[in-house]
């Protein structure tokens, strides 16, 4: 019943959904202290949320957790594709919710480290086993936890 449940509120009657959306219901029933959480990054298609298999795994317990990623869109950073680094800081998570203040992004390792350990621009983030987050607002980017490691 909470996987047709979750389904239909994610396609609702969205024309061309393509039937009935596949949904996890995922959750925590880990103990112990967790050390990587996996956040999925979804596509809205149509309605429903497609896995883009651009997982971003999280070590909690790093004070400066930092990734990068490609991207091809022109920025203040390049005119062609080059990669973009970013930060997570202040991450805590209480088996249902994961909160964390990410930095960037930055045109280098050297400088999304150096912005992370100042403490300083950051933004409050925030992802959840049961909904979907865009993240940046208006990005087509959608996050949610798929996973923790104990």
């Known amino acids: 019943m909470r996987k047709w449940l979750l389904c ?3 396609c609702g ?4 959904c393509g039937g009935e959306c596949v949904e996890d219901v995922l959750s ?3 103990t112990g202290t967790p050390s990587v959480l996996t956040l999925g990054a979804y596509e809205l298609v149509s309605g429903c949320y ?4 651009k997982d971003l795994e999280m070590e909690l317990g790093a004070d400066c ?5 490609t991207t091809t869109k022109a920025d203040d950073h390049s005119s062609e594709s080059h990669e973009h680094y970013n930060a997570a800081a202040d991450m805590t998570y209480d088996q249902v919710t994961f909160t964390w203040t990410e930095y960037g992004p930055e045109a280098s390792q050297g400088d999304i480290e150096e ?7 950051g933004t409050a983030k925030e992802a959840t086993w049961d909904d979907y987050v865009e993240e940046p607002p208006g990005s087509g ?3 949610k936890i798929k996973s923790v490691e104990y």
């Open 28 to 30: 925590d029933d880990g």
């Open 141 to 143: 980017a959608w996050l």
């Open 13 to 16: 009657m969205a024309v061309g």
């Open 115 to 121: 912005l992370c350990e100042s403490g300083v621009g």
């Open 50 to 53: 497609e896995d883009r298999d």
């Open 8 to 10: 239909f509120l994610s």
């Open 65 to 69: 957790h930092t990734w990068s990623r």
